[in-house]
C-alpha cells in the first residue's frame, strides 16, 4: 500500500474487494470505491486508469491477499461513468478512462484561475505550457483531458482553443 495515502477502513475489509449481490449493500459499495478511485488517482495525479491494472495498491490489497478482477474494475468504473466521475476513452473496448477527480468544468475553472494568476489572461498559452505548469494541480494532465476541460471554458466564452496546440485565454 501507498504509506502517504489515507486508505478508507473498507479496504482492510477482505468483502469489499468481492461485487456485492445485495442492491442496497452494492450501491453502498460502488459510492465507497468512487471515492477510493477518485481520491487515489488525485494522490498520484493519475488522469487515466486503466482496467486491466490491477496490480497497483488500488486494486490490490498484499496485506489481506484480496484483489479485483478486471471485470470487477469494469463494474466499478461503469457505475462512476453512469455518474459522469469517469468517462471511458474507448466506449466500446472499455480499457482506459479518464479520471474526474474535478467535473472537465471545474478543471477548465482551475486552469482559467490559473491564467488569470500567472498573467496569462487575454494570451496565447501552448498546452505544453499548462501540462508541464509548475505547482499547477493540472501538472501533467493528459493533452486529450487537457483539451475536453478547455472546451468547457471555450463554452463559458473564457477561452478558444487553438487547434490542438495552443489556447487564448479571454
Known sequence: MTSDFDWPSQYSFPPFFTIQP??????????????????????????????????????????????????EVETILDDMSGRGEIEWINAIEKDRCFVFWHSPTEWGNIIYSYAESNGLAKSVA??????????????GMD???????????????????????GVKFF
Open 22 to 71: 445485495n442492491a442496497g449493500t452494492r450501491k453502498r459499495q460502488m459510492q465507497i470505491w468512487s471515492k477510493l478511485i477518485r481520491n487515489y488517482c488525485k494522490s498520484n495525479q493519475m488522469y487515466i486508469l486503466e482496467k486491466s491494472n490491477v496490480d497497483i495498491p488500488l486494486f490490490n490489497n498484499g496485506q489481506i491477499g484480496k484483489h479485483l478482477s478486471v471485470q
Open 126 to 139: 501552448t498546452l505544453f505550457e499548462l501540462t508541464t505548469a509548475e505547482g499547477a494541480e493540472f501538472s
Open 143 to 165: 493533452i486529450t483531458m487537457l483539451i475536453r476541460c478547455l472546451k468547457a471554458l471555450q463554452t463559458q466564452g473564457k477561452a478558444e482553443l487553438m487547434g490542438d496546440e
